[in-house]
C-alpha cells in the first residue's frame, strides 16, 4: 500500500516536471521566433536607410556602367552594360553624382568627364538630365532603379 502511494507520486511528480520542460522549451521558441522577426525588421529598416545614402547611389551607378539598366520604361529601351572599363566605372559614376551636387569621397578626374562628355552625354545629356520620357534624368533626387529598391523594401517591411 504504501509502496504503491510512493510509486504515484514519483510518477506525479516525473509528469509535472516533464510539464514544465515542455513548457519552457515552447516559451524559449517563441522567443527565439520573436527575436529573429526583430532583427529581420532591424535589418531591412537598415538596408532602406544604406539605399538612400550617397555610398549606394555611387554602388549603383557602378553597377549600371558595368551590367546595364533595363526595366525602367524608357522610350530609349534598355541601356547596355560595359561601355566603360571596370577600373573607369568609380571615377565615372563620382562625375555623375557632381552634376547634382552630391559628393563622392574621391574626386572624378579630368578623363571621367571626358568620357562622360562623349559617351555617357549621347544619351543622358552634358547636365544629365536626359530626355524626358526617352532617357532618364541622371539628376533627379532619387534615381528611379533605386526608388523601385525601396519600394520593394518598403513592400518587405510592411509584410
Ligand atoms: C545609348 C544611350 C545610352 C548611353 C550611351 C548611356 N545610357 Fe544610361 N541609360 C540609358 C537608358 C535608355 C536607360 C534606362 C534603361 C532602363 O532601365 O529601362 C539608362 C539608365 C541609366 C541609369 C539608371 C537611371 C535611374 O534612374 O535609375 C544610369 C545611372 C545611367 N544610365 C548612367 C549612364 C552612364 C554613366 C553612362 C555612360 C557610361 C550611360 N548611362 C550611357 C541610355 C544610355
Known amino acids: 500500500?504504501?509502496?504503491?502511494?510512493?510509486?504515484?507520486?514519483?510518477?506525479?511528480?516525473?509528469?509535472?516536471y516533464l510539464f514544465v520542460i515542455q513548457k519552457i522549451k515552447k516559451e524559449s521558441k517563441h522567443q527565439n521566433q520573436n527575436q529573429t522577426k526583430e532583427q529581420k525588421s532591424k535589418d531591412l529598416k537598415l538596408s532602406l536607410e544604406y539605399i538612400n545614402s550617397t555610398e549606394y547611389l555611387k554602388s549603383y551607378i557602378?553597377?549600371?556602367?558595368?551590367?546595364?539598366?533595363?526595366?525602367?520604361?524608357?522610350?530609349?529601351?534598355?541601356?547596355?552594360?560595359?561601355?566603360?572599363?571596370?577600373?573607369?566605372?568609380?571615377?565615372?559614376?563620382?562625375?555623375?553624382?557632381?552634376?547634382?551636387?552630391?559628393?563622392?569621397k574621391e574626386?572624378?578626374?579630368?578623363?571621367?568627364?571626358?568620357?562622360?562628355?562623349s559617351i555617357c552625354a549621347g544619351c543622358?545629356?552634358?547636365?544629365?538630365?536626359?530626355?524626358?520620357?526617352?532617357?532618364?534624368?541622371?539628376?533627379?533626387?532619387?534615381l528611379l532603379g533605386i526608388k523601385k529598391k525601396e519600394e520593394e523594401l518598403l513592400k518587405q517591411i510592411k509584410r
Open 1 to 16: 500500500m504504501i509502496k504503491s502511494g510512493f510509486v504515484a507520486i514519483l510518477l506525479i511528480a516525473l509528469f509535472s
Open 124 to 142: 543622358h545629356g552634358m547636365d544629365g538630365k536626359g530626355i524626358h520620357g526617352t532617357y532618364p534624368d541622371l539628376t533627379r533626387p532619387k
Open 62 to 104: 557602378i553597377d549600371v556602367i558595368n551590367s546595364g539598366s533595363r526595366g525602367l520604361n524608357f522610350k530609349g529601351g534598355i541601356m547596355e552594360g560595359g561601355f566603360a572599363s571596370k577600373e573607369d566605372a568609380p571615377k565615372i559614376a563620382c562625375y555623375v553624382m557632381s552634376l547634382s551636387g552630391r559628393e563622392c
Open 107 to 117: 574626386p572624378y578626374s579630368k578623363d571621367a568627364s571626358m568620357f562622360y562628355s
